[in-house]
T-cell receptor
Framework: GAVVSQHPSWVICKSGTSVKIECRSL??????MFWYRQFPKQSLMLMAT?????????EQGVEKDKFLINHASLTLSTLTVTSAHPEDSSFYIC????????????FGPGTRLLVL | LAKTTQPISMDSYEGQEVNITCSHN???????ITWYQQFPSQGPRFIIQ???TKVTNEVASLFIPADRKSSTLSLPRVSLSDTAVYYC???????????FGSGTRLSIRP
């Protein structure tokens, strides 16, 4: 199946700093990528839809100025958590749609963010 | 987007067949049904996808009745490593996003 990677796999940062997470589709081109956040024992919550070459679409309640998304190419989307605070600590997961007839979504391995 | 309903949790034993049913009463004509598996601290992994009747691959089978208002994921001869959360999702190729439900937490015991 299609492979999606994320980097870094985990990051620890001080409160007030910014953190960038990369999401790459390794063997297919993805015009659309998605960013999710998952808290312990909960389901995935969609944060935003990232479209190549255009602005991301954010879900209600997600601050676009705090969670900056850039989809610079058909294989790369980045999520930057700006001025991170402890409440931003979470598991961030990206996914990419393969563009086939069924447009299956494939997920990255996730990035664990801990803000101290 | 069709809303899905799954059991919150299920328990079974090694070597058994496990069937997880998902209800999606408002499924649209163009919607596909997709199941994902998620282990702790990992991203969801694609298991199987189908539109109608039966689909089988090397890890699971997916049964979809004629009215498509439900689907059943069947895991043959489960092992301890099948302990995970299983998500059922529906959507079509034009869907701009996938919304996750609560999933089913499957626990396999020796």
């Amino acid at each position: 199946g299609a492979v999606v990677s994320q980097h870094p796999s985990w990051v620890i940062c001080k409160s007030g700093t910014s953190v960038k997470i990369e999401c790459r589709s390794l063997d297919f081109q993805a015009t659309t990528m998605f960013w999710y956040r998952q808290f312990p024992k909960q389901s995935l919550m969609l944060m935003a839809t990232s479209n190549e070459g255009s602005k991301a679409t954010y879900e209600q309640g997600v601050e676009k100025d705090k969670f900056l998304i850039n989809h610079a190419s058909l294989t790369l989307s980045t999520l930057t958590v700006t001025s991170a605070h402890p409440e931003d600590s979470s598991f961030y997961i990206c996914s990419a749609r393969d563009g086939g007839a069924q447009e299956t979504q494939y997920f990255g391995p996730g990035t664990r963010l801990l803000v101290l | 987007l069709a809303k899905t309903t799954q059991p919150i949790s299920m328990d079974s034993y090694e070597g058994q067949e496990v069937n997880i049913t998902c209800s999606h009463n408002n499924i649209a004509t163009n919607d596909y049904i997709t199941w994902y598996q998620q282990f702790p601290s990992q991203g969801p992994r694609f298991i199987i996808q189908g539109y109608k009747t039966k689909v089988t691959n090397e890890v699971a089978s997916l049964f979809i009745p004629a009215d498509r208002k439900s689907s059943t994921l069947s895991l043959p001869r489960v092992s301890l490593s099948d302990t995970a959360v299983y998500y059922c999702l529906v959507g079509d190729s034009s869907a701009s996003k996938i919304i996750f439900g609560s999933g089913t937490r499957l626990s396999i015991r020796p």
